[in-house]
């Protein structure tokens, strides 16, 4: 028995192990039928790489109260209290490889099937994994810019600066605090991804939604709208979520585990 089989067996009577194996089948079954499948990821899929994600037990935000460390206000009268919570978040995102479920969705793309991944995540693991096309809502961690003359800073220098100590961390040209490119709540979403994301849902003839509590919007929405416009919604996540009511099948387990069976 997979340890998939042993939570559900943990928390739910026998049948919904059967249901569980039903349905792996059947969202295998629309994998297999599907030519243009869209991926929308949160931070439930990286858990298995070592990254919490924020909302579970023993997340980020039991920690790091978001009104406090990550609004944009909070982060413009006080950047060092972001950069506190960021300094931990990046420390662990540094170690974290791709797992099976990021695997699995770089195989997608590779056979022709997945034409593109929506993801929340900042962390840079699917990218990572293999896949080309990756929209980021959020950001990603490897990016940062000056709130002052706007210089883009690339890649983990400014980790490595804020690991030593450095933080804030300032813009090496004018002394400005940097800010990184990860979205804040409050702020708005970059609007080239958004309308990408738009664009994939509106193509998109099955979505796998994978690990998010789909509670930050407008990005929430997107399944949504996927379904609005045709598409099928597999939703793979470990527990029960407000917009269950959106998936055609919810396949409730870690996403390590179930992605691999229902792609291969
Ligand atoms: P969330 O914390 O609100 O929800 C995560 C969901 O994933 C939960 O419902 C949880 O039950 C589920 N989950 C946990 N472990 C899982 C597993 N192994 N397999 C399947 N499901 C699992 O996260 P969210 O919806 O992505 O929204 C939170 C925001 O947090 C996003 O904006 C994102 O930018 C940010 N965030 C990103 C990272 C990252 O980049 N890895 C990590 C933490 C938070």
Redesign the pocket.
Known sequence: MSDTENNIRGNHPISSIMQLSEKIVEAKRLVSKAKRITAF?????????G??????EG???ERFDPHEYATIESFMQNPTKFWTMGRE?VET?LK?KPNS?HKSLAKLESDGKLIGII???????HQAAGNKKVVE???N?LRAYCIECKVEYVGDAIHQRVASGIIPPKCEKCGGVLKSE??LFGEPLPERAMAEAVELCRSTDLMLV???????YP??YLPQLAKNSGSQVVL????G?NRDSVADIILR??????LPKIVD
């Open positions: 990821t949160g931070a439930g899929i990286s858990v298995d790489s990254i919490p994600d924020f909302r579970s997340g980020l935000w978040l995102i974290a479920a993801t929340q995540n900042i962390d840079n693991l809502l959020h950001g961690y990860a979205i994978i690990g998010t509590s789909l509670s930050v990005a929430a793979v996540n470990l527990e979520i387990g870690r996403a390590s585990e179930i």
